[in-house]
């Protein structure tokens, strides 16, 4: 299995704030990432798809970067509502997996 | 706009089977790969596996010899069968749509809003 290494495993900053996680694969997975943000009591929801693309509909203020065996994603400006836990998770191989997470919370 | 709802039994006893199943609506059915997915509460995510949508299906190898993942495509509606369940397989359980890519699911764009299965006595 590709191992996905998340961190931090948790985050505090300030309204306003730019803020970054990173990710990292046991192996190669080309731009095989996406990024997802699970608030408190809800279904995980797709930010970032195939490493740097948005998903339709999402905040120009999240963004994603990365190849290879490193990635990063970015919140540029932190806001209120971007509380929540974000994972990675690779499909370059089988079984699909996910990061451990990162927990975000406002300062 | 896609949407998945799981249903079934909410409480299980340890060493019964687990059955889930997730309708589909509001979009196709074809041409995606359909998933499980699940959260022991407080920790973090666990692909179970998927079915794509003409039968072909792939499972986790930690799970695969309890797993089964099936699809009846005429109800827009897939089911997930786990078997000789523990303590450890509680869990909120999610249905999810994947985009083909390279011959397997990609990016998790639709979820169904889980649901919380408790194995216990």
């Known amino acids: 299995d590709i191992q996905m290494t998340q961190s931090p495993s948790s985050l505090s900053a300030s309204v306003g704030d730019r803020v970054t996680i990173t990710c990292q694969a046991s192996?190669?997975?080309?731009?095989?990432l996406n990024w997802y943000q699970q608030e408190p009591g809800k279904a995980p929801k797709l930010l970032i798809y195939?490493?740097?693309n948005l998903e339709t509909g999402v905040p120009s203020r999240f963004s994603g970067s990365g190849s290879g065996t490193d990635f990063t994603f970015t919140i540029s400006s932190l806001q209120p509502e971007d509380i929540a836990t974000y994972y990675c998770?690779?499909?370059?191989?089988?079984?699909?997996?996910f990061g451990q997470g990162t927990k975000l919370d406002i300062k | 706009q896609v949407q998945l709802q799981e249903s079934g039994p909410g409480l299980v006893k340890p060493s019964e089977t687990l059955s889930l199943t997730c309708t589909v609506s509001?979009?196709?059915?074809?041409?995606?790969?359909w998933n499980w997915i699940r959260q022991p509460p407080g920790k973090g995510l666990e692909w179970i596996g998927y079915?794509?949508?003409?039968?072909?299906?792939n499972y986790n190898p930690s799970l695969k010899s309890r797993v089964t993942i099936s699809i009846d495509t005429s109800k827009k509606q897939f089911s997930l069968k786990l078997t000789s369940v523990t303590a450890a397989d509680t869990a909120v359980y999610y249905c999810?749509?994947?985009?083909?890519?390279?011959?397997?699911?990609?990016?998790?764009?639709?979820w169904g809003q889980g649901t919380l299965v408790t194995v216990s006595s």
């Open positions: 999810v749509r994947a985009h083909p890519v390279r011959g397997g699911p990609s990016w998790f764009d639709y």
């Open positions: 509001s979009g196709s059915i074809s041409s995606y790969y």
């Open positions: 079915i794509y949508y003409r039968g072909n299906t």
């Open positions: 192996q190669d997975i080309s731009n095989s």
């Open positions: 195939d490493a740097t």
């Open positions: 998770q690779q499909y370059d191989n089988l079984p699909r997996t």
